[in-house]
């Protein structure tokens, strides 16, 4: 009998564990011939979240849980929850309910029967988002998908059921510095979106806020592209064009005795260069910051206890 195992990132979820618990079940209940698992990975929780879990892995033989030594992140809780799942089928869902469990008996029945690797939920609309921050999240996919070339529209996320052959591949990506989203495009497979309607969370509070948001976002864009490397080079050659012509245009009024009359013009336009210049050094600073944090080995988590 095949087995669909649930990987369930947590971080202060103790009062949607339960609700989540209960709901995602009964859905799994209605597929018929196959088994199931629950790996929940808390997330360094500074409330009762690790409670639940313990709770719940007494309850049903078929829950477990991983409990990280601090907060690591969602991207290092989803890949401990896919290293530890033995499932055919893996699901990655929040334990918020914004993932409808109703959708699982039809991705599994897309891998089932149809010739797919991976179903994947895709949210169609953001209601009960804030409109600035609806707005950014689209901006966002816009441009990491022109940069990277790759599939990550507005609205796909972590929310999908995989074949083993697509886990496995994701599990040969080591990097420390992890982007999930950009990890499922990178191997490939065959993807068929499963459309749904954004819901509110059923408890709780989000734990994304705009810092971590914008935070999240360039992580992903110096992950999967180079291309900020080369708008910087651009860039800095117009300018160096620009600067040319400008300093061509001080000597010929020079020769003609014409009168320079904004010094405050030049050092407007001095500033403005080195704060140009200091926004690419960042740039370069966090490729080569990443590389640094690559080449150091650290783990991707650490495991402080586990029922697994």
């Not at 030594?69 to 309910?97: H, P, W």
């Not at 709780?204 to 999967?224: D, H, N, P, R």
């Not at 200091?278 to 150091?296: A, H, P, R």
Request: charged content about 20%; proline content about 2%; glycine content about 6%.
């Amino acid at each position: 009998m095949e087995t669909i195992s649930i990987i369930v990132p947590c971080y202060n979820e103790e009062e949607s564990i339960p609700l989540f618990y209960t709901t995602t079940k009964a859905e799994l209940q209605k597929i018929e011939g196959v088994n199931y698992e629950f790996i929940f990975v808390n997330d360094g929780s500074t409330d009762q979240s690790i409670h639940e879990l313990k709770l719940l892995a007494l309850q049903d033989t078929n829950c477990h849980y991983i409990s990280f030594s601090r907060n690591f992140g969602k991207e290092s809780a989803m890949f401990a929850g896919l290293q530890k799942a033995t499932g055919e089928y893996c699901v990655i869902m929040d334990a918020d309910l914004q993932h409808p469990p109703t959708l699982l008996k039809e991705m599994y029945q897309v891998l089932k029967y149809e010739n797919y690797d991976c179903a994947a939920g895709k949210r169609m609309d953001r209601t009960g988002e804030g409109g600035l921050r609806s707005f950014l999240s689209k901006q966002f996919y816009k441009v990491i998908s022109r940069l990277t070339k790759m599939d990550m529209s507005d609205g796909s996320g972590d929310f999908r059921m995989m074949r083993r052959v697509m886990v496995d591949a994701i599990l040969q990506m080591k990097e420390y510095n992890r982007y999930m989203k950009g990890i499922f495009s990178f191997v490939g497979f065959d993807t068929k979106w499963i459309e749904f309607h954004n819901v509110e969370r059923v408890a709780g509070q989000t734990k994304w806020s705009l810092k971590s948001l914008f935070s999240y976002a360039f992580e992903g864009i110096v992950s999967f592209s180079t291309k900020p490397l080369l708008f910087a080079g651009i860039v800095g050659t117009i300018l160096l064009a620009i600067s040319t012509i400008l300093g061509m245009s001080i000597i010929i009024r020079l020769c003609l005795s014409q009168v320079i009359s904004s010094s405050f013009y030049l050092l407007t336009l001095l500033v403005f260069l080195s704060s140009l210049q200091m926004i690419f050094v960042s740039i370069l600073g966090q490729y080569v910051s990443k590389d640094y944090l690559e080449n150091k080995k650290r783990p991707i988590y650490i495991i402080k206890e586990s029922d697994l």
